[in-house]
C-alpha cells in the first residue's frame, strides 16, 4: 500500500512537502516516485528515485523547483515542491515502476490514493 500525504492549499511562489509511505509491500520495484494528474489532463510523471542506485529523475515541468527524496530504501519518499505554481495544481499520486524509462511512460505497477495540492492566491 502506497499512501500519499502533505497536500494542500499554498500561494503562488510557496513549497509545500509531499510523503509517500510504503507498506505491505513488495519490493520487487526499482523505481518509485511520484506523477500528477490535474482535472480533464492526462497523468503526468513528475519525478522518481531509482531502488538500485538512488540515483534521480524529473520531468522539465519541474526540474529546478521540485527534489524528490529517501533516506533508504525502506524509508519514506519525500517530494519537496518549492515556487509553485498554479498550473502545478493537481492531485499527486505515489507511485512504482519497474524502471524510470518505465515510470516516465506512465507504466506503473501500482500507486495509492493521491493528495490534493492546489496553488492559488
Not at 500525504?5 to 511562489?13: E, H, M, N, T
Not at 510557496?14 to 500528477?36: E, V
Not at 533516506?71 to 524502471?99: I, Q
Amino acid at each position: 500500500q502506497l499512501q500519499a500525504s502533505g497536500g494542500g492549499l499554498v500561494q503562488p511562489g510557496g513549497s509545500l512537502r509531499l510523503s509517500c509511505a510504503a507498506s505491505g509491500f513488495s519490493m520487487d520495484y526499482y523505481a518509485i516516485g511520484w506523477f500528477r494528474q490535474a482535472p480533464g489532463k492526462e497523468r503526468e510523471a513528475i519525478s522518481c528515485i531509482k531502488n538500485s542506485d538512488g540515483s534521480t529523475q524529473y520531468a522539465n515541468s519541474v526540474k529546478g523547483r521540485f527534489t524528490i527524496s529517501r533516506d533508504n530504501a525502506k524509508s519514506p519518499v519525500y517530494l519537496h515542491m518549492d515556487s509553485l505554481k498554479s498550473e502545478d495544481t493537481a492531485v499527486y499520486y505515489c507511485a512504482t515502476a519497474l524502471g524510470p524509462s518505465y515510470f516516465f511512460r506512465r507504466i506503473f505497477n501500482s500507486w495509492g490514493q493521491g493528495t490534493q495540492v492546489t496553488v492559488s492566491s
